[in-house]
């Protein structure tokens, strides 16, 4: 059974920072993207970042290009988010994603086959 397992949300300033992690597990990733969307209250989901498991190609979506940094450790199946210079409104719940592709996860409805169930990122004012 695939488990996505988010952590690292939390409440920061703005201009903080944070790090999301996302370990995953119950099959090989080796063909996949991972990475990370985020749902903010009475918003739609979107796409923030991916990377591909082999090659580690990145995407960012705009929003979040020079702030954010994706990366993984592939010893640990886990993919992480590290979040810069937060803004009010990066507030969101962050979901873990796995999926192929990364360079279509834009597209509405996201290639994603994984999801994990989300962790909460609050950034105040």
């Known amino acids: 059974q695939v488990q996505l397992v988010e952590s690292g949300g939390g409440l920061v300033q703005h201009g903080g920072s944070l790090r999301l992690s996302c370990a995953a597990s119950?099959?090989?990733?080796?063909?996949?993207?991972m990475g990370w969307f985020r749902q903010a209250p009475g918003k739609e989901r979107e796409f923030v970042a991916a990377i591909r498991w082999n090659g580690g190609d990145t995407y960012y979506a705009v929003a979040v290009k020079g702030r954010f940094t994706i990366s993984k450790d592939n010893a640990k199946n886990t993919v992480y988010l590290q979040m810069n210079s937060l803004k009010p409104e990066d507030t969101a719940v962050y979901y873990c994603a796995a999926g192929p592709y990364g360079s279509t996860w834009y597209r509405v409805p996201p290639p994603i086959d994984f999801w994990g169930q989300g962790t909460q990122v609050t950034v105040s004012s």
């Open positions: 119950g099959r090989t990733f080796s063909s996949y993207a």
